[in-house]
């Protein structure tokens, strides 16, 4: 498919922003709706959208985004997340970060804690805690994924069995309404899945547009962790059951 210049700016926004709207893209552009319709359309018949009520979101399916993408996405979201994440994790912890782009953000944020040690699949935070001076990395051993530096299989679980942590921080690459978290990677699953079983308390790192995703593979409930750090309320009936369940939702916006 060959894009309209106008269609390759709505790729980079919903790229940038998760979601497009329709009356939002015609504002921006001076267009009518129906021509953001009819982008929106081609777009989706292209592969590069999915359609939804009065707009359309990236793509869900089997395989997810490219790491250098993800980690542009919602940047400043995942800053604010993260700076209220870190904000919760004292020194002296013990604390496991697994893959993701949001768990790096907090990792910046720990730059400047003393005496922690942090426990890691995702070589992208061993190398940014590498500056803190006060902090000891654990690698966990595994086969390495080049698409995004991550440690997955047997030996990334086995390592992790070994240890009892303080806090995971851990995140996902998508989010359902019924409050299950998902991935893409069945590997990965079994290593978020042991984290989880590993860590005395678990904090969810996630922007809003893991809300307007879906991926193959459950990792766990909202029910199993401690907190979740977002930058937007929770869809539907989520706030209620995440209070039932006793998790706390922090909203970074």
């Known amino acids: 498919m060959s894009l309209s210049f106008r269609q390759s700016d709505i790729l980079e926004i919903a790229s940038a922003e998760g979601r497009v ?23 989706a018949d292209a592969g590069k959208l999915d359609r939804v009520h009065g707009g359309a979101v990236l793509r869900s399916g089997v395989s ?10 919602n940047a400043d979201a995942k800053t604010r997340i993260a700076q209220a994440c870190a904000a919760e994790i004292p020194d002296g912890a013990s604390v496991f970060m697994n893959i993701g782009t949001s768990t790096e953000a907090v990792a910046r944020q720990l730059l400047n804690h003393k005496y922690l040690m942090v426990v890691t699949n995702n070589m992208n935070v061993a ?20 698409t995004d530096g991550g440690l997955i299989g047997t030996l990334t679980v ?35 899945q042991t984290i989880i079983d590993q860590a005395r308390r678990t904090f969810l790192v996630a922007d809003h547009s893991k809300f307007q995703r879906s991926a193959p593979a459950r990792i766990a409930s909202m029910a199993e962790l401690d907190a979740v750090y977002t930058d937007a309320p929770l869809p539907g009936t989520l706030p209620q059951r995440c209070r039932e369940w006793q998790t706390n939702v922090v909203i970074c916006g």
């Open 21 to 43: 709207t329709v009356d939002g893209l015609a504002e921006r552009f001076g267009v009518t709706v129906q021509t953001i319709r009819r982008d929106l359309t081609e777009l």
């Open 64 to 73: 997810n985004i490219g790491y250098e993408d993800r980690r542009a996405l």
């Open 127 to 146: 190398n940014i805690l590498i500056e803190n001076s006060d902090c000891e990395i654990v690698m966990a051993g595994g086969v390495l994924r080049r």
């Open 158 to 192: 086995s390592t992790i069995r070994h240890f009892k942590f303080d806090l995971a921080i851990i995140g996902c690459s998508a989010l359902d309404t019924d409050g299950d978290l998902l991935d893409f990677d069945f590997q990965e699953v079994q290593v978020s």
